[in-house]
């Protein structure tokens, strides 16, 4: 999805102001403008990233988007700081002190082979015994992973042995994601 800078300065700023309005309901989250952005309407799989000192703080979204973009990213945010389950929720101090992600994520597509992956483009998402993980196309970038490194992480996300990937085939799917922050686009 080609977001054009403006956009994404909208996004950031309302995930943020989501963020705010769970600590006080006076902070207004942003009314869409579906005029000046118009694929705030469309629907797209979305996650937000929260950063604290570079490292996570939490990280939720939604894989296919089942609601406008706007409120996918509302809802992913909010999900963020409250209820990523590998964290405590976010407190009033912290605010200051996260950097937000955003990603938009493209349809998912199905791999064939492990070889199809690409590190840094791709995104996976494996699907095994009723479980689904997710890692983002930025995670093995972020964390200097090779394809090898990166299959494993997958498979110990969804709560399997790291080396499943190699015992058989997985069933994965793909998607690429456009990926911007709050310090890429100049708002920290």
């Known amino acids: ?18 963020i705010e309005h769970e600590f006080d309901n006076s902070v207004e989250i ?27 703080r939490g990280c939720i979204g939604y894989i296919i988007g089942f609601m406008p973009l ?34 938009i994520l493209s349809e998912p597509f199905p791999l064939k082979g492990y070889d199809e992956i690409e590190i840094g483009k791709h995104g996976l998402i494996l699907e095994e015994s009723g479980r689904r993980a997710l890692l983002l196309p930025q995670v093995p970038i972020e964390h200097r992973m090779n394809k090898k490194e990166f299959l494993s992480a997958l498979c110990q996300k969804g709560g399997f042995p790291p080396d499943l990937w190699r015992r058989k085939q997985l069933k994965l799917s ?14 920290l």
Do not use: C, H, W
């Not at 942003?30 to 490292?55: H, I, M, R, S, W």
């Not at 945010?77 to 996260?98: M, N, Y």
């Not at 994601?177 to 310090?183: G, L, P, Q």
């Open 30 to 56: 942003p009314k869409p403008d579906y005029e000046k952005y118009p694929l705030l309407k469309t629907q797209a799989g979305a996650f937000v990233t929260l950063n604290e000192n570079n490292n996570l």
């Open 70 to 103: 706007y409120d996918t990213v509302v809802e992913a945010a909010k999900q963020a700081a409250f209820g990523d389950p590998r964290f405590p929720a976010l407190v009033k101090p912290e605010l200051s002190k996260i950097e937000i992600e955003v990603s």
């Open 174 to 187: 793909a998607f690429t994601a456009t990926v911007f922050s709050e310090k890429e686009m100049g708002l």
């Open 1 to 18: 999805m080609e977001l054009n800078k403006e956009t994404k300065i909208f996004l950031l700023r309302l995930a943020r102001k989501a």
